[in-house]
Nanobody
């Protein structure tokens, strides 16, 4: 069965960096789209980015230029590199899988993803 596990979160100071990993099992990563989402305390979940064999989506303006997405099919892992982190980046970060081998829309939508990881906490604070 499809299973996703996020890792790499933690406490980081403003301006710092973190690299999140989404390790997939139970399916061939190359045939799926993988999205990153985040949910800040008291706020709704928002799409961050999506990666697939047919291309990646861009990031929202608040993250553009600071975040990058990549994938390593051999390791069945998708990464979210986060640089120049801000307190507003504090959130639980989730990865999710779409069984279609392409990303839908400008940013990923929750409804397009059927399998989710448990999330990893990112806290940006001094």
């Amino acid at each position: 069965q499809v299973h996703l596990v996020e890792s790499g979160g933690g406490l980081v100071q403003p301006g710092g960096s973190l690299r999140l990993s989404c390790i997939a099992s139970g399916f061939t990563l190359d045939y799926y789209a993988i999205g990153w989402f985040r949910q800040a305390p008291g706020k709704e979940r928002e799409g961050v980015s999506c990666t697939s064999r047919h291309g990646d989506t861009d990031f929202p303006d608040t993250m553009k230029g600071r975040f990058t997405i990549s994938r390593d099919n051999a390791k069945n892992t998708v990464y979210l590199q986060m640089n120049s982190l801000k307190p507003d980046d504090t959130a639980v970060y989730y990865c999710a899988a779409d069984s279609r081998p392409f990303c839908i829309g400008i940013i990923p939508r929750e409804q397009d993803f059927g399998a989710w990881g448990q999330g990893t906490q990112v806290t940006v604070s001094s």
